[in-house]
């Protein structure tokens, strides 16, 4: 599986941004396959978990930090999974990364693959 993260970007507090990740899967194997989810990384501090979601998008967990401002959805027709910033505070500053996993938790070690990251820088 391979993972390749866009949609990152400057932008001013209160604005929004949408981030997708796009994957690779190799012969057979499906997308649906695959937990998909959000983390980020600000300077200085460890991954934190921001969003997840199963085979099929309709149960989505998120952290509460950004519970009612963001939403994370999956197209899996496009392999494509998406997250939808909206509200953005300057403590949303990370790189972020998109992972998929077969374990549907909060928890990076349980996602095999990772993307390499987009940042999101949000300005006050």
């Known amino acids: 599986v391979q993972l390749q993260a866009s949609g990152g970007g400057l932008v001013q507090a209160g604005g929004s941004l949408r981030l997708s990740c796009a994957a690779s899967i190799s012969s057979g194997r499906t997308f649906t396959r695959y937990v998909m989810g959000w983390f980020r990384q600000a300077p200085g501090k460890d991954r934190e978990f921001v969003a997840a979601t199963g085979w099929s998008g309709g149960t989505i967990l998120y952290a509460d930090s950004v519970k009612g401002r963001f939403t994370m959805s999956r197209d899996n027709a496009k392999n494509t999974v998406y997250l939808q910033m909206n509200s953005l505070k300057p403590e949303d500053t990370a790189v972020y990364y998109c992972?998929?996993?077969?374990?549907?938790?909060?928890?990076?070690?349980?996602?095999?693959?990772w993307g390499q990251g987009t940042q999101v820088t949000v300005s006050s």
């Open positions: 992972a998929a996993g077969t374990v549907w938790s909060r928890a990076s070690s349980e996602y095999a693959y």
